[in-house]
């Protein structure tokens, strides 16, 4: 098992905490009304999560365990001046070490502003206890770009074309950064489905949205995400809050075989 991104968004004024909707396109794991996941057998922690918000003044991850154990798990640091996450330091709340849930619980976010009607949205990432690491093998990068309009504020799946053919074999991804004009999101989609283990974007032209800290992804990635082939590249889904149309990802994998396993 490696991981999967969660997301919530919805456009609301509600000045106290209050449940928040699903980011559409998500069919991956099972859910409960229009507003909750169910958390998986085996997925069952916490890694990171993080909130944003042009008013947002509070946000919460909310489960019958967590709420058992009277913890009240909310989003600090989160973004409170716009969608997208800040460079240099991205306002994301990277957890020291995993927090436990109760497989097949029910998750939801909520969230709180102080303006009127507002876009928030909430994410985190859940996983086993501990993510898997990363196979031994060179770490290799490589420039993926897409060029599909962007539904805005829904998971939309993006096909990318590698800037260079992969050599033949197996590979495991390990990290990405995503870049769109307004990107806030984004998760890697695997050929034969499954988890879709994700990272916060960042937004804006390439030679800006590139110009972030060096902590900014400490934390999200460098785990073995996903296998693929030279064939099989992974697409990768964009939760933007516009319709982007040109789509940048900073792949790092490591060949694990020269053979198609």
């Keep these: 098992m490696n991981a999967h991104l969660l997301g919530w968004q919805e456009s609301l ?13 998500d069919d991956v794991l099972s859910v409960s009304g229009a507003d909750r ?5 085996g997925m069952d922690h ?3 999560i993080a909130a944003s918000g042009v008013n947002l003044t ?6 019958p365990s967590l ?6 798990l909310d989003v600090v640091p989160r973004q409170d001046a716009g969608n997208n996450f800040s ?12 927090i436990k849930l109760r497989a097949l619980e029910d998750i939801e976010a909520q969230t709180a502003e102080d303006g009127a009607t507002t876009q928030m949205q909430a994410l985190a990432l859940i996983g086993p206890a501990q993510l898997p690491d990363m196979p031994s093998g060179d770490l290799l990068a490589m420039r993926a770009l897409g060029t599909t309009t962007l539904t805005a504020f829904e998971w939309t799946t993006v096909d990318v074309t590698l800037e260079y053919e992969l050599p033949v074999g197996t590979y495991e991804l390990v990290g ?13 989609l695997f050929q034969g489905g499954g988890y879709r283990p994700g990272v916060i974007g960042v937004d804006g032209a390439e030679d800006v949205a ?3 800290g060096a902590e900014y992804f400490k934390g999200m990635m460098w785990y073995a995400m996903g296998k693929f082939t030279h064939q099989t590249v992974p697409q990768f889904q964009f939760f933007s809050g516009s319709a982007d149309t040109a789509e940048v990802v900073m792949m790092y994998y490591i060949k694990t075989s020269d053979s198609v396993s």
């Design 13 to 25: 004024d509600q000045a106290a905490l209050g449940r928040i909707a699903r980011i559409a396109g």
């Design 37 to 41: 996941y169910q958390i998986p057998e």
């Design 46 to 48: 916490i890694h990171w």
């Design 58 to 63: 509070r946000a919460r991850i909310v489960t």
């Design 67 to 72: 709420e058992s154990r009277r913890m009240l």
């Design 87 to 98: 460079l240099p330091s991205a306002e994301v709340m990277k957890l020291p070490r995993p």
């Design 176 to 188: 990405f950064v995503p870049s769109s004009a307004d990107v806030i999101a984004a998760r890697a």
């Design 210 to 212: 590139q110009a972030f």
